[in-house]
């Protein structure tokens, strides 16, 4: 029994599942946005096991990439949430709905 | 078979990590969660014999990232946890309903391919050191990897540009329109 490369896409498709059922379950913004660098970590997985099933290094290449923004976006977003809790004082979703109109 | 007994135990360490973040009451102990599972992603890559991107992610996931979430999880305050309740009737339900039949339909579309596997995988060579990476970072992806230079330092300004403009800071921009404090 060894390992194929559908037990990397399998595995990468559940940690997926979880991270999507983390953003439309949490309602602190801080988990849902760890639940997006989850799903950002297994969308890694399937294009390292892809460019090692397919001999390709570009596999790897796309992985720093989407690594890089990822780091750009953190900083972002936790910008974006110490400045809303310096305004709102909550980490709550559900209480942020000041641009409803 | 070596490498099928990591594979099992670091996927299930990374599903069960993902599993604590997903479930956790305490903030914290989410974070604590998505760091096993981004080690035991970084193991998973060793297996694929990607070794730089191991080390990247180790050290700007597990590092960086994780580092700056649990600053500012203390920064908010960790005892201030969030009210679960449910926005639309049967929230809950429907996501797990959701999230599982995502996985089901993706793990349908590529059964195909997945299940029978191919034998590629085991006989091409892979090369992912930093040379072999670098050769190709800075051949054919060299525009894209200085846009992301661009990316970056957009994005450092942007932070410090968060971080200044609050009511508090030295330019307190459009304090007046948001004078109402939901608390």
Redesign the interface.
């Known amino acids: ?11 990468a ?10 953003v ?5 913004a ?2 849902m ?3 997006i ?2 799903m950002l ?1 297994s969308v ?2 399937t294009f ?2 892809a ?5 390709l ?5 796309a ?3 989407v ?10 977003g ?6 809303v ?8 979703v ?3 709905s ?1 641009m409803r109109g | 078979m070596a490498e099928t007994i990591v594979f099992i135990i670091f996927a299930a360490v990374a599903l069960a990590g993902a599993f604590a973040m997903l479930s956790a009451r305490n903030t914290v102990f989410s974070a604590m969660g998505l760091l096993t599972a981004m080690f035991a992603i970084a193991v998973l890559y060793v297996l694929l014999d990607a070794h730089f991107i191991a080390a990247v992610q180790v050290i700007i996931y597990a590092g960086a990232v994780m580092t700056l979430f649990l600053f500012v999880i203390m920064l908010i305050g960790v005892d201030r946890s969030v009210a679960e309740q449910e926005q639309i009737p049967f929230q809950r339900v429907i996501t797990i309903v959701l999230a599982v039949g995502f996985f089901a339909v993706i793990v349908f579309a590529g059964r195909a391919a997945w299940i029978t596997g191919s034998s590629l995988f085991a006989d091409a060579e892979m090369n992912g050191t930093i040379e072999a990476v670098a050769d190709e970072l800075f051949g054919t992806w060299m525009i894209p990897f200085l846009t992301t230079v661009f990316l970056l330092t957009i994005a450092a300004v942007g932070t410090i540009a968060l971080a200044h403009f609050g009511p508090g800071g030295l330019h307190a921009a459009g304090e007046d329109e948001e004078e109402e404090i939901v608390a």
């Open positions: 029994m060894t390992v194929t490369v559908g037990w990397y896409m399998a595995l498709a559940a940690l997926f599942s979880i991270g999507a059922a983390g439309l379950l949490r309602r602190n801080l988990i946005f760890m639940s660098e989850l970590n890694n997985l390292v096991a460019g090692r099933e397919l001999g290094i570009d596999g790897q290449v992985a720093l990439f690594i890089v923004v990822a780091a750009a976006e953190v900083t972002i936790l910008a974006i949430i110490v400045a809790f310096r305004r709102r004082a909550t980490a709550n559900d209480q942020l000041g």
